[in-house]
């Protein structure tokens, strides 16, 4: 039971990390391209 548990723990762990890196690497894009689409401003 105990082994189970902390699989799923890492699990939701490794889906949550999964996803903040997605929307972290998400945002670094959309910034990059916007900061690029304006850098002529600076």
Do not use: A, E
Not at 1 to 27: A, E, G, R
Request: aromatic letters at 12%.
């Amino acid at each position: 039971m105990i082994k189970t548990i902390s699989k799923t723990q890492k699990f939701m762990m490794n889906c949550v990390l999964v996803q903040l890196f997605i929307f972290t690497y998400l945002n670094i894009k959309i910034l990059f391209v916007v900061g690029k689409g304006h850098g002529g401003t600076r």
